[in-house]
């Protein structure tokens, strides 16, 4: 059977499932801003994603657990507006998923409708399917995230590969029986992740999860080489704009010194 070609309008929740039924790998990929989304969307990947790393990569914290509600949507919103054909997924910052379904609900609403965004990904374990659910059933897209969850770092005692394959597989099919279209799964030995995804009808998007998965998922700073922090050693750089970067900031003010700038 032939893989589908890639829409040429909106990437749905209907492509991703498509794509899993066809074993055509899903590629997603962060962006923050508007310029960078632009990019990534013309580069054709399926979904962009706004994710709470942007608290990391952005503004130089130690974890995402900064991110909040009132970010999320600033940074959703820009990026929204770039991407025209990708789906665009927005992080549910902590802890509104912890809150009860009616604040998780309000929450997500707010983000569907203040930023443009097709979807929302929330971190979760089985605990939180009831919440996966409320949402889905007020109409939003959800999009599940198991493994290492960040917003858990100080619970999961670091940044630590997630080998316990029970607790992963319940999590995983408890968020596709709740309704999620696709799950995240992020730091999961590259056999744990196979089973999940041949266990579960729904797309799985890995990220440090090795290749079985339906799609991959990089932070866009890590792919491009410029991350300034720590950089997982699953990640592989295409490019290295750190050095670039940096190298034509010093050559222009090396002109502006001996002023040969402007000409």
């Not at 962009?48 to 990391?56: E, H, K, P, Q």
């Not at 097709?118 to 897209?141: H, M, N, R, S, Y």
Request: aromatic share 4%; proline share 5%; net charge neutral.
């Amino acid at each position: 059977m032939t893989a589908p070609s890639l829409p040429s309008r909106r990437v749905s929740v209907l492509d991703l499932a498509a794509a899993k039924r066809h074993q055509r790998p899903i590629a997603m990929v962060t962006a923050y801003d508007w310029p960078t989304g632009r990019l990534v969307d013309e580069a054709g990947v399926d979904c962009v994603l706004v994710g709470d790393s942007v608290a990391m990569v952005v503004a130089g914290r130690d974890s995402t657990i900064p991110a909040t509600l009132e970010q999320m949507i600033y940074h959703g919103e820009i990026v929204g507006r770039a991407v025209t054909r990708a789906m665009v997924v927005v992080d549910l910052p902590f802890p509104l998923q912890h809150l009860g379904v009616r604040k998780a609900v309000a929450s997500c609403a707010r983000i569907l409708k203040e930023t443009g965004c097709q979807a929302v990904k929330l971190e979760g374990t089985a605990g939180q399917a009831d919440v996966i659910a409320g949402i889905v059933a007020a109409g939003i897209p959800v999009m599940g995230h198991v493994g290492l969850r960040p917003q858990a770092v100080h619970q999961l005692g670091g940044y630590r590969m997630q080998r316990d394959l029970d607790h992963l597989l319940a999590d995983a099919k408890a968020a596709a029986e709740a309704g999620a279209f696709a799950v995240v799964l992020e730091c999961v030995p590259a056999e744990a992740a196979a089973a999940i995804t041949a266990a579960i009808d729904i797309p799985t998007i890995g990220i440090g999860a090795g290749p079985q998965c339906d799609g991959q998922v990089l932070v866009l700073h890590d792919l491009i080489g410029l991350s300034l922090g720590h950089v997982p050693k699953f990640v592989r750089a295409y490019a290295d704009v750190k050095t670039t970067l940096a190298d034509a900031v010093a050559q222009w003010r090396a002109d502006v010194t001996a002023r040969t700038f402007p000409a």
